[in-house]
DNA sequence: ATAGAATACATCATATCACGAGGTATTGTA
DNA sequence: TACAATACCTCGTGATATGATGTATTCTAT
């Protein structure tokens, strides 16, 4: 998958992977998996950035005499992807137009 | 628009803009505006990467006294938009999983 | 006539960001 | 006893969108 193509989704991807319940990187890594590939230190970098911008807050737990830093979607980080979505249908145009042209000779 | 979302889909809409039929950067960006914005020096940035690229040829040619620089597009520029189209399914995939993700709460 | 908008091109510095390479440490497995 | 898996982290690099800035001509409204 082309790199450029990720960006603006990724961001979103983190934040819908530990929505419904609590998650830590590893977890998060295997879970989009079969979605979207990303490898620890871009995943990593994201969940430093989304912290800082408050989309989600950290609890680290001990678990088996490791530590697991566990991630909690916020307030702010729901909305970034309601948000996202709202976006997406300016996206979903510009496909069209996209594949349209690509269909079409005139 | 974020600017992240953009990424990877730019280069796309410009091949998309001049397939129909050649075109110069100054109407590229008008006929592109109902759909995305991109600024001039966006705009020259991409050509000049897609020229590079092989994805598109150049030819001036005066018109009323200015010169304006024609761009074609190539074989590899309409690949390019064929092989946007296969990733575009991968990145269905990545947004279902979001909405779903974004929808249920369990 | 003349100022400003529109047309048409271009370059440069900057900020953002995904990722590979590398690092630390523990537990499970072959 | 080595290696994979689990679990975290940092740093440097390359790609790239954009604002600021520059050049030059033509059209338009005052």
Not at 9 to 28: E, N, P, Q, T, W
């Amino acid at each position: 998958m082309d790199i450029q193509l990720k960006r603006g989704i990724l961001d979103v991807c983190v934040l819908a992977a530990i929505k419904s319940k609590d998650s830590y990187g590893y977890r998060i890594i295997k879970d989009l998996k079969p979605y979207i590939e990303l490898s620890e230190s871009t995943l990593y970098t994201i969940l430093k950035r989304l912290e800082t911008a408050k989309m989600l807050t950290v609890h680290t737990v001990e678990h088996d005499g490791r530590l697991r830093k566990y991630y909690h979607i916020t307030g702010e980080g729901i909305k970034r992807i309601e948000d996202f979505k709202e976006e997406w249908k300016e996206i979903m145009l510009i496909y069209k137009f996209v594949a349209k042209e690509d269909d079409t000779n005139e």
